[in-house]
């Protein structure tokens, strides 16, 4: 038998101020690091030129700093959206009329929680 998924309407919290800005600048850091990440795989593919290693190994080098680089802009991008939404809400704080929730899962008695993908 499958597993079941019963949901519940939970009160919305929306983060504090503080916390929003935590998450934006651990979005930055985190940007920050993709973009080491990517400087030392582009290192490493210009010190397989010339070298015995296949020029795909290169490629996929190269390929990996362009996804990381990517992925650090976009991260950029979210920490900059938060941020603008802390700026736009009334005293920094966002979030949904009184009253709204949101669904969240909840364990059902004797499930195996594992069992979800």
Known sequence: M???LVTELLPRTMPSPVEILDRAVALRADADLLDGYARRLLATA???AGTAA???SRQAL???A??????ARRLRTAADALLAHRRATPSGRGGPPA???IHEPRAVP???RGARG
């Not at 362009?66 to 992925?71: D, F, K, M, N």
Request: aromatic letters at 0%; hydrophobic letters at 40%.
């Open 110 to 112: 004797g499930e195996d």
């Open 54 to 56: 296949p020029e795909s």
């Open 62 to 64: 190269e390929r990996q």
């Open 99 to 101: 009253g709204a929730g």
């Open 46 to 48: 210009r010190a397989l």
């Open 2 to 4: 499958g597993a079941v």
């Open 66 to 71: 362009a996804a990381c680089r990517a992925a």
